[in-house]
C-alpha cells in the first residue's frame, strides 16, 4: 500500500488541506480497477467505517499476489468539510466558503483527459478539492462515492446507464433500493465521475455509484464489518481482487427505479414532528405519514402529512423540529411522482 498525502491549498497564506490517498497496486493490467471515497460530506461516516474493514482486506490481497486491478482509496475525502463546525454542530455539507454542497458542482469533462480538470489561480479551496478527487477517480473502472442519509437503509443512486448491469453492487450491500438517474443532477460527483466515459458506450465493465450506507448514526463494528465485507465481494465479483473464499454476490432483490418514482413528502407547515412511517414500511397511498404540531396543545392546528402514492418509504429525517419546506421521507412508489422534478438531484 502506497500512502500519499496531498495537500490542498486553503484561501488564505498559511492554510492547507491534507488529503490522505491509499494506493494498492494490482498486479493485472486488464483487471478493473476501483476508485473508493468517503465522507465526501464531512461527517458521514458509515462509509469509512466500512473503509476501515475493507483496507486491511486490500492490504491482505495486495501482499498476497489477489490483487489483480489497482484501488485507490480516499477515507476522508473532504478535509474542508471534516473541519466545519457551528459551535457544536458539523457542517459537513455545504462549504462555509461559498454555500456550495461538497457533492455538487462537479467539472463535467466529456472525456477522461486531466488537463480538462485544472482550475484556475484563484480557484477557491473547495473546487480544488473536487478538481483533486475527480482527477483520482478519472481513469476508474470502478468508481464508488460512499455517503448515508439520514435514517433508512443502504441504497444507491447512479446514471440510468450502468443499470441493472451494477445490480450486483446493489445485491453486495443488501440495498433497498438503486434510484437511476438521467441526465443531469447538478454535478455531482457521481455524475462528473461517469460524464468522462458515456461517449465510450462502454458501460458493462463501469460502475459509478453514490452508495448511501443508511443513517449518519450508523457507525459501529457490525455496519461496519457488513458493508466493507460486501464492498469487498463486489471486487471480487468484478474480478478487481481474486479471493475463492469470497462469497459469491446473490442476486438483487430491491427496487430498481428512475428516481423520479421517488416521492419527496415534504413538510406543509412547520412544528414538531410525530412520524407514523419508519423507513423499510410499505404505505398505501394516503397513509398517514407524519403530524407537524405547530402550536402544542392546539389539536386543531395539527397538519397531517399523507403519502401522495403507494411505495416503499427508504428514508426519514432525522431531525423532529421541522421548517416548513423540509424534506420528511423518501418513498419509492412504481411510477413516476407527482414530485418529480425534470433534471437535478433529489436534494440540496
Ligand atoms: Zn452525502
Not at 473547495?126 to 464508488?144: E, N, P, S
Not at 457490525?222 to 466493507?228: N, Y
Not at 402544542?296 to 423540529?321: C, E, M, N, Q
Request: hydrophobic share 45%; aromatic share 6%; charged share 20%.
Amino acid at each position: 500500500m502506497d500512502k500519499t498525502i496531498l495537500t490542498i491549498p486553503g484561501d488564505l497564506p498559511g492554510l492547507s488541506y491534507s488529503l490522505t490517498v491509499l494506493r494498492f497496486a494490482g498486479t493485472d493490467p486488464t483487471a478493473p480497477t476501483a476508485y473508493l471515497q468517503a465522507a465526501l460530506h464531512g461527517n458521514e461516516l458509515p462509509g469509512v467505517a466500512a473503509l476501515h474493514v475493507l483496507i486491511p482486506k486490500l492490504k491482505a490481497a495486495e501482499a498476497e499476489g489477489r490483487l489483480k486491478g489497482s484501488i485507490t482509496v480516499v477515507p476522508f475525502a473532504n478535509p474542508i468539510g471534516l473541519n466545519q463546525f457551528q459551535w457544536d454542530d458539523h457542517q459537513g455539507r455545504f462549504f462555509y466558503g461559498n454555500r456550495t454542497n461538497f457533492n455538487r458542482a462537479f467539472a463535467l469533462i466529456d472525456r477522461p483527459d486531466p488537463a480538462l480538470l485544472a482550475v484556475p489561480d484563484d480557484a477557491s479551496c473547495d473546487r480544488r478539492l473536487k478538481a483533486t478527487l475527480q482527477g483520482l477517480a478519472l481513469d476508474a473502472d470502478l468508481v464508488l462515492d460512499l455517503h448515508c442519509d439520514n435514517e433508512g437503509p443502504n441504497y444507491l443512486y447512479m446514471p440510468a446507464e450502468l443499470w441493472p448491469h451494477s445490480a450486483d453492487l446493489a445485491a453486495a450491500l443488501d440495498c433497498a433500493a438503486v434510484l437511476t438517474f438521467e441526465g443531469g443532477t447538478d454535478a455531482s460527483f457521481d455524475e462528473a465521475a461517469f460524464r468522462p466515459h458515456l461517449a465510450s458506450g462502454n458501460f458493462e465493465r463501469r460502475v459509478v455509484a453514490t452508495v448511501e450506507l443508511k443513517g449518519v448514526h450508523d457507525v459501529g463494528p457490525e455496519t461496519a464489518r457488513k458493508d466493507g465485507e460486501g464492498i469487498y465481494r463486489f471486487l471480487v465479483g468484478r474480478g478487481a481482487i481474486a479471493d475463492p473464499s469470497a462469497a459469491p454476490v446473490g442476486p438483487f432483490t430491491g427496487k430498481g427505479v428512475p428516481q423520479s418514482y421517488v416521492e419527496m413528502v415534504r413538510a406543509p407547515v412547520g412544528g414538531m414532528a410525530f412520524f407514523h412511517v419508519k423507513p423499510g414500511d410499505v404505505v398505501k397511498a394516503g397513509q398517514l405519514v407524519a403530524e407537524l404540531i405547530p402550536v402544542p396543545g392546539d389539536v386543531s392546528a395539527v397538519a397531517p402529512v399523507h403519502a401522495a402514492a403507494p411505495g416503499l418509504v427508504l428514508t426519514r429525517v432525522l431531525a423532529r423540529a421541522i421548517r416548513v419546506g423540509d424534506d420528511l421521507v423518501k418513498i419509492v412508489g412504481d411510477k413516476r411522482s407527482a414530485t418529480a422534478k425534470d433534471g437535478g438531484a433529489l436534494e440540496t
